[in-house]
């Protein structure tokens, strides 16, 4: 009598098992055919959104191809956009003082177009002859410095 009990409890735990298992991995397959496409869309963001604070290749590639026909956007001259001692201050890490926050200009549309979004909290400026990358605390984070590099 007790090894017709156990029969019947390992008969019904084996069939248990048997039922529930296709079940879980149909479920894990799900789970799996999710992640697929969750990876190919984080892969899509990383082509159209920075998720860095640096610029990249690709970023001064872009760069030097429109500044290429636009060399004359950046003005040199003294004046509200530009003092020449601003000039040692603009590199990373630097806080844009108040009057210098007053010398920024946007970005350009096609510039902009380019280099895509900046990330969550960044956003690009111009300043002299410079494309600045920085955040919401006006820090800089990077520079593209077109009367050097381009």
């Known amino acids: 009598m007790r090894n017709r009990r156990w029969f019947v409890v390992a008969a019904a735990l084996l069939v248990s098992l048997s039922l529930g298992a296709p079940r879980m991995t149909r479920a894990?397959?799900?789970?799996?055919h999710r992640d697929d496409h969750r990876?190919?869309?984080?892969h899509r963001d990383d082509r159209d959104h920075h998720d860095h604070d640096r610029f990249d290749d690709h970023d001064r590639e872009g760069a030097r191809d429109w500044y290429r026909d636009h060399?004359?956007?950046?003005?040199?001259n003294e004046g509200r956009y530009w003092h020449?001692?601003?000039?040692?201050?603009?590199?990373?890490?630097?806080v844009f003082t108040p009057d210098m926050r007053r010398g920024i200009r946007p970005v350009p549309?096609?510039?902009?177009v380019r280099l895509g979004p900046a990330p969550r909290g960044y956003r690009y400026v111009v300043i002299g002859d410079h494309v600045?990358?920085?955040d919401n605390g006006w820090r800089i984070?990077?520079?593209?410095?077109?009367?050097l590099n381009f």
């Open 132 to 134: 600045v990358l920085v």
């Open 109 to 112: 549309r096609e510039l902009l």
């Open 141 to 147: 984070h990077d520079v593209l410095h077109f009367e």
């Open 39 to 42: 990876d190919d869309r984080d």
């Open 28 to 32: 894990q397959d799900d789970r799996d």
């Open 84 to 94: 020449r001692e601003w000039e040692p201050n603009i590199h990373e890490g630097f």
């Open 71 to 76: 060399h004359d956007y950046f003005r040199h």
